[in-house]
């Protein structure tokens, strides 16, 4: 199994606040990647970016299985978005955001 760090935008919402948030991932690809978060109910929807890590850091420990909001991703000091080319890309017409 592998880790995805996996992104999530809405390109609809107005430009700094389009960064939705963050979550690591164990699964074999990608697919199963984005069908982990939607079941553990981490997916807000979205364009979904993936990106795989070779492992998981123990600073980034507290990502895995829990989508962690935008202000927490910057607040953190990280960008939104990694520096490594996207493997794989989900857009948002297949994945609605869901209002709350």
């Known amino acids: 199994m592998k880790y995805f760090y996996m992104s ?9 606040q389009k960064f939705l948030g963050a979550t ?3 699964a074999e690809d990608e ?4 069908e982990r978060a939607t079941e553990l109910g981490i ?4 364009e979904v970016a993936f990106y795989p ?3 998981l850091p123990s600073e980034g420990q507290h990502y895995l299985n829990t989508l962690i ?14 520096p490594r080319h996207v ?7 297949h994945n ?3 209002r709350q």
């Open 24 to 26: 690591v991932v164990q």
């Open 96 to 98: 609605p955001v869901v």
């Open 69 to 82: 909001p935008r202000e927490q991703v910057l607040a953190e000091g990280s960008t939104r978005e990694p």
């Open 43 to 46: 997916n807000p929807g979205g």
């Open 31 to 34: 697919k199963s990647a984005f």
């Open 8 to 16: 999530f935008c809405d390109v609809n919402r107005p430009t700094g």
């Open 53 to 55: 890590l070779k492992s």
């Open 87 to 93: 493997e794989t890309f989900v857009c948002q017409e």
